[in-house]
T-cell receptor, first 113, second 112 residues
Framework: EPEVTQTPSHQVTQMGQEVILRCVPI?????FYWYRQILGQKVEFLVS????????KSEIFDDQFSVERPDGSNFTLKIRSTKLEDSAMYFC???????????FGEGSWLTVV | AQSVTQPDIHITVSEGASLELRCNYS??????LFWYVQSPGQGLQLLLK??????LVQGIKGFEAEFKRSQSSFNLRKPSVHWSDAAEYFC??????????FGKGTRLSVIA
């Protein structure tokens, strides 16, 4: 079964450093998402991306965050200057079209020290 | 505003016993409803989904859920729990191409 793949699975970074989390969505999917889950808390929406632009973003997704689809397969989340509170599991997700099931990747654990 | 409430933070059941995890939602339109399961340190795996039609939906691993519009609920059930079902369970709601809104999750512990 096709799946969403994410790298790295775990990254430790120093506060203030830039981090790029990578995702390969399912190949025929058109809608892409990033969610995050702070340890012990619920899964929160960050941003959605369609047709090479952000379609919706939450208040969490401030100027420190950016997303990009640099080629036909990858979908990246960049955090420019990480803060301690950015420590979380970041999930990439994709769906084929409106109303279709959203499939999630295994997540990338980000620890900011 | 869209919201999902999972009133039980933690549930413990005996292996072989039945299970019901509660989920209530608030949504302005006809919702699409989902249950995901997350094992420790793992990603989110889709258990089942409701889009339309039969209000009782079957999922993987023997789970089922029933959509009750009058109660704004989408409770997850399993007739006989296995130790491997111990995990965190998330209910989520969405529609169209809107992002999913998740509940806070219910942690399931299974005892012998």
């Amino acid at each position: 079964e096709p799946e969403v793949t994410q790298t790295p699975s775990h990254q430790v970074t120093q506060m203030g450093q830039e981090v790029i989390l990578r995702c390969v969505p399912i190949s025929n999917h058109l809608y892409f998402y990033w969610y995050r889950q702070i340890l012990g808390q619920k899964v929160e929406f960050l941003v959605s991306f369609y047709n090479n632009e952000i379609s919706e973003k939450s208040e969490i997704f401030d100027d420190q965050f950016s997303v990009e689809r640099p080629d036909g397969s990858n979908f990246t989340l960049k955090i420019r200057s990480t803060k301690l509170e950015d420590s979380a599991m970041y999930f990439c997700a994709s769906r084929e079209g409106p109303g279709n099931t959203i499939y999630f990747g295994e997540g990338s654990w980000l620890t900011v020290v | 505003a869209q919201s999902v409430t999972q009133p039980d933070i933690h549930i413990t059941v005996s292996e072989g016993a039945s299970l019901e995890l509660r989920c209530n939602y608030s949504y302005g339109a006809t919702p699409y409803l989902f249950w995901y399961v997350q094992s420790p340190g793992q990603g989110l795996q889709l258990l089942l989904k409701y889009f339309s039609g039969d209000t009782l939906v079957q999922g993987i691993k023997g789970f089922e859920a029933e959509f009750k519009r009058s109660q704004s609920s989408f409770n997850l059930r399993k007739p006989s729990v296995h130790w491997s079902d111990a995990a965190e369970y998330f209910c989520a709601v969405g529609a169209g191409n809107t992002p999913l809104v998740f509940g806070k999750g219910t942690r399931l512990s299974v005892i012998a």
